[in-house]
């Protein structure tokens, strides 16, 4: 059995609003694919992620904050069912045009994996059991009935590891990880966490939208929508130092600041249409702009694909970006105070790709094994 009569199903967040979640998704799959593997998006939706990106839940709304913050919230879609609305639709003809999803006809799941001669799961943080309502056992490729397929963990991540321990009873997951033949995750502490409760080897790898390169986004048509310079400021946590470094370098550079906030609940009225973009727009913003500031890990990522001058604000939420970065020698992009960065120092990109270069030979070899089994 060579690449191209070998099957592959990823699981892992493809119907996310969410710009990360998509491209990731759309990142892995283009990889695999590039490689003569059959690829599908295996249409798996947990409830808890449905109802997160469900835009008038008010119901869940209402469950999750108190009173005064669920009347804003109120507020806030009066004002803005357009911006809404016109989003989730960007995402949607995404979706519908980029990537290979399975038929959503079966509702038994066993029947409709049994075809396959390979599971993934992952990238992005599935194993996030704030994100997933608990541990996900579907996430974990855990199945009512055994599977014969292999079955792979790739650049999984559970975003903040000190949310998840003084939350959730991390013991649960040692009966979730038995049935995975092959475990990457994302972020390097997870490997010493997740080895206590098993003997399997754990490497790291890195995101799927750092596996292709530049030539590959190219495909879905990338152009420039902005007609002047511009500093792209792109906020999954919102912190108003990303706007003051924006400001400083704007000044300093004569450019156009333009602002792009991920949650729904962050959009501002200014720059209504940008505010509305698609993945594809999304990256036609960073590929395209003099300087990104962010405060997101695809954002961080995706600048360094694109070779950017960018900064990464240290929001405290998440260690994700910071592995990233200290694993390149980047640690001087990732900011905690604006007054202390050198804006005018520009990034030597033929010495981070050396590393980098590395790092992505790794998690090829690894995706590898897909087809040194398979062919067995």
């Given at each position: 059995m060579d690449n191209n009569n070998i099957k592959i199903g990823?699981?892992?967040?493809?119907?996310?609003?969410?710009?990360?979640?998509?491209?990731?998704?759309?990142?892995?799959?283009?990889?695999l694919i590039s490689k003569g593997f059959k690829v599908e998006i295996?249409?798996?939706?947990?409830?808890h992620i449905e109802d997160h990106y469900e835009p008038f839940n008010l119901l869940t709304l209402f469950h999750k904050r108190r009173l005064i913050t669920f009347l804003k919230y109120l507020i806030f879609y009066n004002l803005n069912t357009g911006l809404v609305i016109k989003r989730n639709l960007s995402f949607s003809k995404f979706l519908e045009s980029n990537l290979i999803i399975t038929s959503t006809d079966s509702q038994d799941l066993n029947n409709l994996l049994k075809d396959f001669d390979?599971?993934?799961?992952?990238?992005?943080?599935?194993?996030?059991?704030?994100l997933t309502g608990g541990w996900d056992k579907i996430y974990f490729l855990k199945f009512d009935k055994k599977m014969k397929c292999i079955k792979m963990a790739y650049a999984v991540s559970m975003g903040n590891l000190s949310k998840i321990k003084n939350r959730e009873n991390i013991k649960d997951i040692k009966n979730k990880l038995k049935d995975l033949d092959y475990i990457s995750v994302r972020e390097s502490g997870m490997i010493k966490l997740l080895k206590?409760?098993?003997?399997?080897?754990?490497?790291?790898?890195?995101?799927?939208?750092?596996?292709?390169?530049?030539k590959m986004y190219g495909k879905l048509?990338?152009?420039?929508?902005?007609?002047?310079?511009?500093?792209?400021?792109?906020?999954?946590?919102?912190?108003?130092?990303a706007m003051l470094l924006a400001k400083r370098?704007?000044?300093?550079?004569?450019?156009?600041?333009?602002?792009?906030?991920?949650?729904?609940?962050?959009?501002?009225?200014k720059n209504r249409i940008i505010q509305t973009c698609g993945p594809v727009e999304f990256l036609n913003l960073i590929k395209y702009s003099s300087y990104v500031i962010t405060t997101s890990f695809h954002g961080t990522a995706l600048s360094i694909v694109f070779k950017k001058n960018f900064f990464t604000i240290n929001t405290g939420?998440?260690?994700?970006?910071?592995?990233?970065?200290?694993?390149?020698?980047?640690d001087s992009r990732y900011v905690n105070n604006i007054n202390k960065i050198n804006i005018d120092e520009m990034i030597d990109y033929n010495r981070v790709f050396i590393k980098f270069e590395q790092h992505k030979k790794r998690s090829c070899i690894f995706l590898n094994k897909l087809s040194k089994n398979c062919n067995k």
């Open positions: 990823i699981i892992t967040f493809h119907r996310a609003v969410n710009y990360g979640a998509v491209l990731q998704t759309w990142a892995l799959e283009q990889y295996v249409d798996y939706r947990n409830k390979a599971l993934i799961c992952g990238s992005d943080q599935i194993w996030n059991p704030i206590q409760y098993t003997n399997k080897q754990i490497i790291t790898t890195i995101d799927p939208t750092l596996l292709i390169d530049q048509g990338l152009a420039n929508i902005i007609e002047e310079p511009y500093i792209f400021v792109f906020q999954v946590v919102k912190d108003k130092r370098i704007a000044q300093k550079e004569g450019l156009r600041i333009i602002q792009l906030l991920s949650g729904l609940n962050n959009l501002i009225f939420s998440s260690e994700r970006q910071g592995y990233l970065l200290k694993s390149l020698d980047l």
